[in-house]
């Protein structure tokens, strides 16, 4: 059931739990995801880059993809399809394709512009009944073989962009995309609590949330983050066993090749990734 992320994470936010964001890349990736929160009972917010979106030829074909999909696998739970991590023009893009959900990025932007940009889009995203997702203190990671550690977001810049009615903010603390490296020093718990405490209760947003042990993210649970944005490890473990099944020759053995068999052990593991984390997240039986 196709739905914007506000009931989902307002729940969330009450219940101290949090929703998961899976990214998806195409149709066994939303399919595994659909099919798990189903049978766990959880809602779900599709995470979808513009660059993944132009992988699948499109923001209009990955809503009629899920769509259908929603439709003809009779799924029951809340399901958004958010943009990550959008450009303003790929923010309207996704308001006239359908989806249910944005992210405006402005974080690289000046506070003024971020400010401007956020509040024009929240007008446009709310009249259009889409859920909108700002961001402040940019989120590290890697970027042409560098790694950026990622900013610690200042809480009043977030009481600023949170106070314009956006429905979840993203506030960096320490938190990368992608692999963490050896020397990361952790989720900063102190900049989370002063942003929790200056922002009047707003859901927050985690991203990174590949690699993130399991303690600290119960603890970011527990100070106000009620949506976590998990993309990588779905990738990592999709890629190790597909590697599995070619290199045990199975692609060689009978029709071990056709796509759809090929596929299966990354499509399980997609499975299993997105079920461990909603355990973990605590959004099961929360649809
Ligand atoms: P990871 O790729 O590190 O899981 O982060 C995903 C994310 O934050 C998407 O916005």
Redesign the pocket.
């Known amino acids: 059931m196709l739905a914007n992320a506000v009931g989902m994470l307002k729940k969330a936010k009450d219940g101290r739990y949090a929703v998961a964001?899976i990214?998806i890349n195409n149709l066994e990736w939303t399919k595994a995801v659909l099919q798990t929160v189903e049978e766990l009972k959880s809602p779900v917010i599709l995470?979808v880059s513009a660059g993944a979106a132009k992988y699948m030829t499109g923001f209009a074909t990955v809503t009629a993809m899920v769509k259908a999909m929603d439709a003809a696998l009779n799924i029951s739970v809340p399901v958004a399809i958010h943009l990550?991590?959008g450009k303003y023009g790929e923010a309207l893009e996704c308001i006239e394709a359908g989806f249910t959900s944005i992210m405006f990025d402005g974080s690289h932007f000046s506070i003024e512009e971020n400010v401007e940009k956020t509040k024009e889009l929240v007008q446009i995203a709310h009249k259009n009944g889409l859920s909108i997702e700002a961001e402040v203190g940019s989120?590290g990671?890697e970027e042409d073989g560098v790694i950026g550690m990622g900013e610690i977001a200042d809480p009043e810049q977030c009481k600023l962009i949170a106070s314009l009615g956006i429905d979840f903010l993203a506030a960096g603390i320490g938190n990368?995309?992608?692999v963490y490296p050896p020397n990361w020093k952790g989720l900063d718990f102190d900049a989370l609590e002063k942003i929790h405490n200056a922002t009047g209760g707003i859901p927050l947003v985690l991203?990174?949330?590949?690699?993130i042990p399991e303690d600290m993210i119960k603890k970011a649970i527990s100070l106000g983050v009620s949506k976590i944005?998990?993309?990588?490890?779905c990738q990592l473990t999709f890629a190790a066993a597909t590697r599995k099944y070619i290199e045990a020759g199975k692609d060689r053995e009978s029709k071990g090749f056709d796509p759809r068999k090929l596929l299966t052990p990354g499509f399980e593991a997609i499975k299993q990734t997105v079920k461990e984390k909603i355990l973990l997240f605590g959004s099961d039986n929360k649809a």
């Open positions: 964001q990214n995470g990550d991590h989120i990671g990368i995309h992608g991203h990174g949330g590949t690699g944005n998990v993309n990588t490890e």
